[in-house]
């Protein structure tokens, strides 16, 4: 069975950086897109980015352009988000998701697998 566990979130200033991880185990990753999501608050779940199988493509929500960055390494088996230029309104808790080989998928149904997440608070 596919498991996935975040790390990396915490407390970090507007303006700020954090880099999460999600190390992936139970199958072979380098079959399965994977996609961040995150969740704030009183908010219903999102989109934030995802990342082909093979890591050529990559595919980000609107907001999320030109201040977060996904990769991924298939020799270690796992998927990153960098953050840069954090706002307030980043903050909620992002969870990794695994998916299908064949696409980037940026909607939660596309994805077969969670982690449990990791915090991120942009607060001054």
Same mark, same amino acid.
């Given at each position: 069975?596919?498991?996935?566990?975040?790390?990396?979130?915490?407390?970090?200033?507007?303006?700020?950086?954090?880099?999460?991880?999600?190390?992936?185990?139970?199958?072979?990753?380098?079959?399965?897109?994977?996609?961040?999501?995150?969740?704030?608050?009183?908010? *219903?779940?999102?989109? @934030?980015?995802?990342?082909? =199988? &093979? $890591?050529?493509?990559?595919? #980000?929500?609107?907001?999320?352009?030109?201040?977060?960055?996904?990769?991924?390494?298939?020799?270690?088996?796992?998927?990153?988000?960098?953050?840069?230029?954090?706002?307030? *309104?980043?903050?909620? @808790?992002?969870?990794?998701? =695994? &998916? $299908?080989?064949?696409?980037? #998928?940026?909607?939660?149904?596309?994805?077969?697998?969670?982690?449990?997440?990791?915090?991120?608070?942009?607060?001054?």
């Amino acid at each position: 069975q596919v498991q996935l566990v975040e790390s990396g979130g915490g407390l970090a200033q507007p303006g700020g950086s954090l880099r999460l991880s999600c190390v992936f185990s139970g199958r072979t990753f380098s079959r399965y897109s994977m996609g961040w999501f995150r969740q704030a608050p009183g908010k *219903e779940r999102e989109f @934030v980015s995802a990342i082909s =199988a &093979g $890591g050529a493509r990559t595919s #980000y929500a609107d907001s999320e352009k030109g201040r977060f960055t996904i990769s991924r390494d298939n020799a270690k088996n796992t998927v990153y988000l960098q953050m840069n230029s954090l706002k307030p *309104e980043d903050t909620a @808790v992002y969870c990794c998701a =695994a &998916g $299908g080989p064949l696409a980037v #998928y940026i909607r939660i149904n596309d994805y077969d697998y969670w982690g449990q997440g990791t915090q991120v608070t942009v607060s001054s």
